[in-house]
Each structure stands twice: as structure tokens, then as C-alpha cells.
């Protein structure tokens, strides 16, 4: 019985490819048209990085485990430091659907979505409009 339990866990819970870890690009949010457009990031804007640690999928659902890092920057380091990371799923033109996990830079997050709905991941400062996006077809 225990190893029948151990092959179906085995089979519903596999490893997903994390090769998006350095496939991303910078946003910015735009008031006007309630959603985030590409952005060029010039040295020293650059203030956190997303490493995703480990990724489960059960069906269309995916698990991502990770950790925010900070990156050195050249301007007020200390305010950046204590900001939160928020993390967004968005759709395909880059509208918020929902926020999916709150941490501290240097913070660990877990989080689950759909890969069907989410299009996008967003992870961006809290109070900031910049922002390090994902997008989900990069899962395999």
C-alpha cells in the first residue's frame, strides 16, 4: 500500500523545467493604461532578483519556492532593503489579475497559479512602479 502511495505521488508531482530563471524582462506600471509596459533599466535600477529555487506542477497547476535577493545598487540602498516584494500574476497585456504573495526583499516566497489563466509573473517593489517579469510559457 505505501508503495502504491509512493508512485502516485510520483507521478502527480513532478519536477517543472525552472529554465525562465534567466528569461525575464524589466516592466513599468502606467497609470493611464492600468497596466505594465516593457521597460529599458539603466545601472543601478536594478534592485532585487527573483531566484526560483524549485517548481512542482500537478496538472496545470505550478508551485514555484524561491527567494528574492537584493541587488547592489548605487542609490538609497537602505530604503530598498526594507521595501516588500510583491509578486502578480497578470494576463497576456500585462493587467493585474491578482497578487499571489507579499515578502521582504531577501525574503523567501511559495506560491501557487493556474498556468491556463496567468500569463505573466510579476515580482515588484512595493512602492514602485518597477517591476521583473516572467512569462509562464517559459515553464515546460
Known amino acids: 500500500m505505501n508503495k502504491l502511495f509512493l508512485i502516485l505521488i510520483i507521478l502527480f508531482v513532478k519536477n517543472c523545467n ?23 533599466v539603466n545601472l543601478g535600477e536594478f534592485h532585487f532578483k527573483p531566484n526560483v529555487e524549485n517548481c512542482f ?8 519556492k524561491g527567494k528574492v535577493q537584493t541587488v547592489q545598487m548605487l ?3 537602505k530604503k530598498t532593503l526594507n521595501s516588500n516584494v510583491v ?7 500585462t493587467k ?10 531577501d525574503g523567501d516566497f511559495y506560491f501557487s497559479f493556474d498556468k491556463k489563466k496567468v500569463k505573466n ?12 517579469k516572467f512569462k509562464i510559457s517559459d515553464f515546460k
Open 121 to 132: 509573473i510579476i515580482y515588484k517593489l512595493e512602492d514602485k512602479n518597477f517591476g521583473v
Open 75 to 77: 542609490q538609497d540602498p
Open 18 to 40: 525552472c529554465n525562465h530563471v534567466e528569461k525575464y524582462s524589466f516592466v513599468n506600471w502606467n497609470n493611464e493604461i492600468k497596466s505594465f509596459e516593457n521597460i529599458s
Open 87 to 93: 509578486i502578480i500574476n497578470s494576463d497576456f497585456n
Open 96 to 105: 493585474i489579475i491578482d497578487t499571489l504573495f507579499v515578502t521582504k526583499n
Open 57 to 64: 506542477c500537478k496538472g496545470e497547476n505550478i508551485t514555484l
